[in-house]
């Protein structure tokens, strides 16, 4: 479903897309998750036809917790590795070999 994204654009269109098949796979309309997160049914319905640029990520946070999703800091930043930097240049550099 997502192979094909290749601007942040199709990327909002496409999350908007499956956060819909999602909520209603759950039944839940978008009156209920607006009572649920205070969240508008239009800003609710931009998101979720792919018109949600301007979607703040608490809104986006606010409603994948609405529907059970939990979303971590993990989950959307790679956890940075805890090797010196320095160290992994020089041990990349000896076994190729920089010119």
């Not at 956060?19 to 205070?38: D, P, V």
């Amino acid at each position: 479903m997502y192979d094909n994204i290749n601007t942040p654009y199709e990327s909002i269109v496409s999350l908007g897309e499956a956060f819909a098949k999602y909520r209603k796979s759950l039944k839940i309309s978008q009156q209920r998750l607006h009572e649920m997160t205070g969240i508008s049914i239009f800003t609710i319905s931009q998101f979720e036809n792919g018109k949600g640029h301007g979607l703040s990520l608490s809104h986006f946070l606010l409603l994948m917790d609405a529907v059970g999703l939990e979303i971590t800091l993990s989950d959307l930043i790679p956890v940075v590795s805890e090797i010196d930097p320095e160290k992994m240049w020089m041990s990349q550099n000896k076994k190729g070999g920089r010119k």
